[in-house]
Nanobody
Framework: QVQLVESGGGLVQAGGSLRLSCAAS????????MGWFRQAPGKEREFVAA????????FYADSVKGRFTISRDNAKNTVYLQMNSLRPEDTAVYYC?????????????????WGRGTQVTVSS
C-alpha cells in the first residue's frame, strides 16, 4: 500500500515557476514508477510526466516538455515536479500517482494509487 500527499501548488503569474512535491508512505516506494497528472475543469485527467523507480527513465507530455522536470529522492520517499515557464493553460489540479510496478506508463488507468491533488493556478 502506498499513500501519497501532494504539496507546493498555488497561484503564480505566467512565466513563473512552482515546484510540486509528493510525499509517499509505504515501504515499496523506491521500487515503483511514479507519475504526475493534471485535470482542468471540464476536462479529462491528462498525463504530465512519469519517472521510473530509479529515476533513470523519464517521460513527458509534449505540452510540458522542456518546461517541466520530474525527479525523485527515494531516500526521502518523495517525487518532485519542477514547473518553469508556466502558462495559463497549465492551470489544473495536479495529482501524484504510483504504480505497483517499476515500469513507467503515460495513462492514468495504469496507476494504482493516487493523491488528493494540489491546485495550480497560472494567471495571465
Amino acid at each position: 500500500q502506498v499513500q501519497l500527499v501532494e504539496s507546493g501548488g498555488g497561484l503564480v503569474q505566467a512565466g513563473g515557476s512552482l515546484r510540486l512535491s509528493c510525499a509517499a508512505s509505504g515501504r515499496t516506494f523506491s521500487s515503483v514508477a511514479m507519475g504526475w497528472f493534471r485535470q482542468a475543469p471540464g476536462k479529462e485527467r491528462e498525463f504530465v510526466a512519469a519517472i521510473s523507480w530509479s529515476g533513470g527513465i523519464t517521460f513527458y507530455a509534449d505540452s510540458v516538455k522542456g518546461r517541466f522536470t520530474i525527479s525523485r529522492d527515494n531516500a526521502k520517499n518523495t517525487v518532485y515536479l519542477q514547473m518553469n515557464s508556466l502558462r495559463p493553460e497549465d492551470t489544473a489540479v495536479y495529482y501524484c500517482a504510483a504504480r505497483k510496478i517499476a515500469v513507467v506508463a503515460p495513462t492514468p488507468e495504469r496507476y494504482d494509487y493516487w493523491g488528493r491533488g494540489t491546485q495550480v493556478t497560472v494567471s495571465s
